[in-house]
């Protein structure tokens, strides 16, 4: 007996709760193929491979080809891999940003360890604590990580916990590689002019060292807590300076004339507002301290500020995370625009530059200027010049 229409639509609402229920799932297959290789072996294959031809480059038991081939269904109708009609699997957009070997297609960019990171018991212990940090009024933990992890804050954590460390600092260097390639690339004429640039809370130096390279003329440092810094090889072509952005930020050696700049990629959303305001005061006595003033470029996410369903939904999952580890957001126009207007009190806007891409997953660049400019705003974007 064929189904009604309203037993139809319940039979789609079931399947979809399925979906959404047992997404997790996806997130676990994910990691397997990841830490079994397979994007690599695929690669390595010439860009296409059956399952008999990834069984040779692959640590699974024949015995378990059956169970390889279901995992790779499902991240086929997810579509990080393709499959083609004689059962050949092959890199997508998606997978290829999991090739581990540096030449691939003359990228440098592979983002599994973020997806290691993301899938971590790290980040799934604290998902699990969700519910119940929702219910409570005044938390006795901050966050959910803070529940799931004796109290202890993310960066606290992190700093003990030498896994979660090293986890986290390579997920972090491995994103900042396709970033740094964008800005270095692209935005160019930030740089112009300028004499030093302090990478505030810049992790590996994946950022600084790519502007060390490319504009040699910059005196690069990264201002990192100590378990960061400490760890830095010292004299390379960055500098490390081991230190709290929430007491002081190092101004650069200002040359006459010329400016610094102080960079704060993906710092803000981990942060309160009122965490934010302390760091922009700081960042401001920092570009203060002599003529010329210097400039502080923020570039973070700016919410709703792309024009796929999927960046967005990326977005919104990236906020639930910010949630979930550190009392941060990914903050929309109006919320950036709240921030640096009534609390930080820095005018708005100055000089448009958006650098959105599809790279960049919908990111944008915000600078907050003083001086002569503010590197830019564009549509989802914001600039602001501080005010004295
Ligand atoms: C989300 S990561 C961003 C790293 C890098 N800027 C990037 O975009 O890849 C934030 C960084 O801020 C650093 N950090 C956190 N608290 C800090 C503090 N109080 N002072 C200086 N750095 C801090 C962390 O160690 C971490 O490397």
């Known amino acids: ?136 009024e005044d938390a006795a933990a901050e966050t959910p990580f803070m529940m799931a992890h004796g109290g202890a804050g993310f960066y606290g954590y992190a700093g003990r916990d030498l896994k979660l460390g090293a986890l986290f600092n390579e997920a972090m260097g491995a994103d900042g590689r396709v970033v740094a390639e964008v800005v270095v690339g692209e935005c160019g004429e930030l740089f112009a002019g300028i004499a030093s640039l302090v990478d505030v809370g810049g992790g590996d130096g994946t950022m600084a060292k790519a502007a060390a390279k490319a ?34 930020i190092p101004p650069a050696d200002v040359v006459l004339l010329k400016q610094i700049i102080l960079l704060l990629q993906f710092v803000l959303h981990n942060w309160s507002d009122e965490d934010c305001v302390r760091i922009l005061k700081r960042a401001r006595e920092a570009i203060s301290t002599r003529e010329p003033k210097g400039k502080v470029v923020i570039i973070d996410t700016v919410a709703g500020s792309v024009s796929s369903k999927q960046a967005f939904e990326a977005q919104v999952l990236m906020d639930i995370c910010m949630m979930m580890l550190t009392t941060g957001e990914v903050r929309d126009e109006e919320k950036w625009r709240g921030l640096f207007v009534n609390a930080a ?25 003083q001086g002569s400019a503010g590197s830019g705003v564009g549509g989802g974007g914001a600039a602001s010049e501080l005010e004295s």
């Not at 212990?125 to 119940?132: A, D, G, I, N």
């Open 1 to 136: 007996m064929a189904p009604t229409a309203s037993s139809a639509e319940l039979l789609q609402a079931q399947a979809e709760l399925w979906c959404h229920a047992m997404a997790y799932l996806r997130s676990m297959a994910l990691q397997s193929v990841i830490k079994l290789g397979i994007p690599t072996a695929i690669h390595r294959c010439g860009g296409a491979a059956s399952l008999s031809e990834l069984h040779a480059h692959l640590p699974v038991p024949a015995s378990k080809l059956p169970c390889l081939s279901r995992l790779m269904k499902l991240l086929v109708i997810s579509g990080v891999f393709g499959e083609s009609e004689a059962g050949a699997y092959s890199l997508t957009p998606v997978s290829r940003l999991l090739v581990e070997d540096d030449a691939a297609g003359g990228r440098r960019a592979c983002l599994s360890p973020f997806a290691i990171l993301a899938t971590s018991p790290f980040h799934l212990r604290s998902s699990q604590r969700l519910p119940e940090w929702m219910e409570k």
């Open 215 to 248: 504009f040699p003329h910059v005196r690069c440092k990264v201002l990192e807590l100590p378990q960061v810094a400490g760890n830095m090889p010292v004299g390379g072509m960055v500098e490390f300076v081991a230190g709290d952005m929430m007491e002081f």
């Open 345 to 369: 009190r820095v005018r708005w806007p100055v000089d448009p530059c958006d650098m959105r891409s599809p790279d960049l997953g919908g990111r944008a660049r915000e600078g907050l200027g």
